[in-house]
């Protein structure tokens, strides 16, 4: 699928928010965005394990942009084994070169890089190997494919998302990573004020109804620096969680 052109105004709309690439990160963690669509009741799907478009094309190709501009894409094994997502990025002229490292956060390692759409565009020379991110020292490794091994939260019984980040610069020189969901990680990161740096948000003309999966973290989230654009169908918001 070929992407129709960037709007001309997005450049400029996104720059405040995304990393600085002549900038020198002196944090031990990586640049984080989360982004994500979603319809008007805050669906990201219309249920587990649907399919769901929600863009319309001119944000799509957004999301491209927003990939040619960070070291990483990451997204949960949910969303990797339903979606089957490839992960690169079609925006520029070198899809390698500009393609971020997608992670995969599998701590049950359930996926496999075999057989997948990013092998596909891996063997094609058009997407980067993953790094996968398990719990503990995999069973099963997969030729091409990194681990990266980061112990849950025992207090949560999530993934220690601070060690992960740490470790990710640290050990592969991921100097930026872009979250693209699922749910899950989208609704813990929310909370996170001290961990993400920029939220873009995509919000679709459409509602997908009680059935739908939805982004609603378990506390209130204040937002700062709003900004927001108006493509055909879509809107976009741009801004910063607010830690105080």
């Known amino acids: 699928m070929s992407l129709v052109p960037l709007c001309s105004d997005l450049p400029q709309f996104l720059q405040g928010y995304l990393p600085n690439a002549t900038k020198k990160e002196t944090s031990i963690r990586p640049f984080i965005t989360l982004t994500y669509a979603q319809s008007l ?5 219309k249920g587990p ?7 319309h094309p001119e944000t799509k190709t957004m999301t491209h942009y927003l990939r040619y501009h960070h070291d990483g894409i990451l997204i949960g094994s949910g969303t990797a084994l339903i979606d089957d997502p490839g992960l690169n990025c079609k925006w520029g002229r070198d899809s390698l070169a500009n393609s971020p490292r997608p992670i995969i956060l599998d701590t049950k390692q359930k996926w496999r890089f075999g057989g997948s759409k990013m092998q596909e565009l891996y063997n094609k020379g058009l997407g980067k190997p993953p790094i996968v991110v398990v719990a503990n020292d995999p069973a099963i490794k997969e030729h091409h494919v990194e681990y990266a ?8 019984k999530q993934i220690d998302w601070e060690k992960l980040f740490e470790k990710l610069k640290k050990d592969f020189n991921i100097q930026s990573v872009m979250i693209e969901g699922g749910a899950k990680v989208v609704n813990q990161l929310l909370l996170r004020n001290d961990i993400i740096n920029s939220l873009i948000i995509t919000i679709g003309s459409t509602f997908l109804g009680r059935s739908g999966t939805e982004v609603s973290p378990l506390q209130s989230v204040n937002l700062k620096g709003i900004t927001w654009w108006k493509g055909t169908t879509d809107v976009v918001m741009c801004a910063k969680l607010d830690n105080e």
């Open 49 to 55: 394990g649907i399919r769901t478009t929600i863009s």
């Open 149 to 156: 091994i980061c112990p849950m939260d025992k207090a949560t």
């Open 41 to 45: 009741d805050a669906r990201i799907s």
